[in-house]
Structure formats: structure tokens, C-alpha cells
């Protein structure tokens, strides 16, 4: 979230909009709360385990991983689609009504100012992945 604050800081301070880090971080901190989910759904399945132990990746079934999505041999695809969880983009969504809302700008402004991150890291995963 700190990373993610100053990202938004950062291009903030470069359109000249009046928010600083503060503002930004709690931004992220509110629409961080989906993520809250993955917690309880974890408890969850760590307490119905017979022995009560589990990997992160078997004890989350809210990725993409675990919802039906697979890679196959490939490991690397396999690792991203099991980091990628329905939380995350609901987070992703509310982060760019956010960033809209505030700033009164379009929805394709909001969409790639705050969504670039995310685009560039799985892009390049994928093509990593694939190659």
C-alpha cells in the first residue's frame, strides 16, 4: 500500500493536483479492505484441514488458481494466476472510482493512471511466462 501511495503521489505531484501521500495512503488503506476476505477465507480453510496445515496457495481459494484457472507445466503462469484473487480487483475497482471521484476526471484517466502498475507488472509475468 505504501508503494502503491506513492505511485499515486507521485503522479499526483506531476499533474499538480492538490493530494499529497497522506491523502493517497488513505485511499489505498480503505479500498485495501476486500482483502480482509481473503484473511477469513483463509482461517476458514486452515481450521476445516485435517491437520491443520496448509501452503498459502492451497489455504487461499479465492485466486484465480483455485477457481478453476490453470497453467498447465507452466510454472510461472501457474505462480501469477495464484496470486491474482477476486479481492484484488474488487480493490483495483474501488481504487479507480476513487481516484475518479476525487479528482473529477474520465474513467479512462482513472483507469490507466491507477491501473498502469498492475498492467505493467502482469504484462511483462505473462511474457516471462510464455517465453
Do not use: K
Request: aromatic share 14%; hydrophobic share 55%; charged share 5%.
Amino acid at each position: 500500500s505504501v508503494l502503491q501511495a506513492g505511485y499515486l503521489t507521485l503522479v499526483s505531484a506531476l499533474s499538480g493536483d492538490a493530494y499529497r501521500f497522506r491523502h493517497w495512503f488513505s485511499l489505498i488503506s480503505w479500498t485495501g479492505l476486500p482483502y480482509l476476505l481473503v484473511v477469513l477465507v483463509m482461517a476458514v480453510n486452515i481450521l476445516m484441514s485435517p491437520n491443520g496445515q496448509l501452503s498459502l496457495f492451497d489455504a487461499n481459494s479465492l485466486s484465480l488458481a483455485s477457481l478453476g484457472f490453470s497453467a498447465g507445466d507452466n510454472f510461472m503462469l501457474q505462480a501469477t494466476l495464484e496470486s491474482m484473487t477476486l479481492p484484488m480487483f474488487w480493490s483495483m475497482a474501488l481504487t479507480v472510482v476513487g481516484y475518479q471521484q476525487w479528482l473529477q476526471s474520465s474513467w479512462l484517466r482513472a483507469s490507466l493512471t491507477v491501473l498502469a502498475p498492475y498492467i505493467v507488472i502482469f504484462c511483462s509475468l505473462a511474457y516471462f511466462a510464455l517465453t
